[in-house]
T-cell receptor
């Protein structure tokens, strides 16, 4: 499968803790994106990291990319109950048109 | 107020009926997509369109059909040939950048249930 695979499948933490989700893939990529989905809603784009970048920040989000290991991680710092959602990584293959989504990590933040 | 809309939010269908899901965007995006999402699963690509009057099959196109007569609109028809159509359907749009950065903007989704 070319799709990104998230790990863990589900994660439950206390408010204020950090949450880390990982994504692995198998092909050569142009970029990798992270999306968030609240229950029963559409996906919302969070952050994009290019294949020549190693780390990117956006507010409480930190994304890393290791192309040698074909993996990425999403760190959410100081989590809040409102961060409860599913998080998906999506890869764009080199020279490709389609964006391929993984199965997602379900994050539950307890207040 | 730019965005992408889908209707209806909930749709019930009897077996053997065709139904059409609406997707409209006013973001002036060239590319549009339809995905299917089953409970606890990721997104699977049904069809995509890179430009008006052109579309291609995705990974699970059997039992579905689309049209792209206008840039703003990309309706999806779920036909009676689709054996297990109960799912959450998501429409998305993006600028058309082959091999480049391509953030997708999603609609709120349509939940289809076959009775």
């Amino acid at each position: 499968s070319q799709q990104g695979e998230e790990d863990p499948q589900a994660l439950s933490i206390q408010e204020g803790e950090n949450a880390t989700m990982n994504c692995s893939y198998k092909t050569s990529i142009n970029n990798l994106q992270w999306y968030r989905q609240n229950s029963g809603r559409g996906l919302v784009h969070l952050i994009l990291i290019r294949s020549n970048e190693r780390e990117k920040h956006s507010g409480r989000l930190r994304v890393t990319l290791d192309t040698s290991k074909k993996s990425s991680s999403l760190l959410i710092t100081a989590s809040r109950a409102a961060d409860t959602a599913s998080y998906f990584c999506a890869i764009r293959n080199t020279g490709g048109f389609k964006t391929i989504f993984g199965a997602g990590t379900r994050l539950f933040v307890k207040a | 107020d730019g965005g992408i809309t889908q209707s209806p939010k909930y749709l019930f269908r009897k077996e053997g009926q065709n139904v059409t899901l609406s997707c409209e965007q006013n973001l002036n995006h060239d590319a549009m997509y339809w995905y299917r999402q089953d409970p606890g699963q990721g997104l699977r690509l049904i069809y995509y369109s890179q430009i008006v009057n052109d579309f291609q099959k995705g990974d699970i196109a059997e039992g579905y059909s689309v049209s792209r007569e206008k840039k703003e609109s990309f309706p999806l028809t779920v036909t009676s040939a689709q054996k297990n159509p109960t799912a959450f359907y998501l429409c998305a749009s993006s600028t058309h950048r082959v091999g480049g950065e391509d953030t997708q903007y999603f609609g709120p989704g349509t939940r289809l249930t076959v009775l």
